[in-house]
């Protein structure tokens, strides 16, 4: 079956650290993957997304690169902000019907 | 172009009353996905339904859930008798077709007491 499997948190970091947010699949097919991004009291927002093997999607300086041979899409920033304060969600989907989320990552960025 | 609308974003019931969510997808779409957050869980996919139709529900629970969404007016999934383990964030999402991305509403926040 399809699953994500994402880094647990909560994660906590000084304004302008590298984050890293590991996210490993497992699909029966050839999946979509997908990050997307919940701010306190909102729905989630499409951050990225990368639909074939190699794709590398980005946005706002976040960047994810699907990696067929390691099953895994991890996002990556180089310089994070105190407003990407978030929880980040990894998802997939095959052929579009549902999406299969991870358990969320809380990021905490401090001035 | 208005984004997915969801209402209400705040839902208080008693155990044992009925709850009611709309949602309104984005303009020009025509696939609905309901799915459920638990507090500090990640989205647990429901249902998904085209304009009349269910196309999978395999993530409803068999008893007291219900969801439709007709030709004309918005998506409604349906908690019948709820219990305090309904309390959740229940978000709506909807698609161009069925293997676009899905674009997400605000959320519906069930408390029931």
């Known amino acids: ?111 | 172009n208005a984004g997915v609308m969801q209402n209400p974003r705040h839902l208080v019931r008693r155990r044992g009353q009925e709850a009611r969510l709309r949602c309104s997808p984005m303009k020009g779409h025509s696939h609905v996905y309901w799915y459920r957050q638990l507090p500090e869980e990640g989205l647990k996919f429901m249902v998904y339904l085209q304009k009349e139709n269910i196309i999978d529900e395999s993530g409803m629970p068999k008893e007291r859930f219900s969801a439709e969404f007709p030709k004309e007016g918005p998506s409604i999934l349906r908690i019948q008798q709820v219990v305090r383990g309904d309390s959740a964030a229940y978000f709506c999402a909807s698609s161009l077709t069925g293997m676009e991305t899905q674009y997400f509403g605000p959320g519906t926040r069930l408390l029931v007491l």
């Not at chain 1, 984050?19 to 927002?45: D, H, K, M, R």
């Not at chain 1, 980005?58 to 929880?87: C, I, M, P």
């Open chain 1, 1 to 111: 079956g399809n699953s994500v499997t994402q880094m647990e948190g909560p994660v906590t970091l000084s304004e302008e650290a590298f984050l890293t947010i590991n996210c490993t699949y497992t699909a029966t097919g050839y999946p979509s993957l997908f990050w997307y991004v919940q701010y306190p009291g909102e729905g989630l927002q499409l951050l990225l997304k990368a639909t074939k093997a190699d794709d590398k999607g980005s946005n706002k300086g976040f960047e994810a690169t699907y990696r067929k041979e390691t099953t895994s899409f991890h996002l990556e920033k180089g310089s994070v902000q105190v407003s990407d304060s978030a929880v980040y969600f990894c998802a997939l989907s095959e052929e579009g019907n549902q999406f299969y989320f991870g358990t969320g990552t809380s990021l905490t960025v401090i001035p």
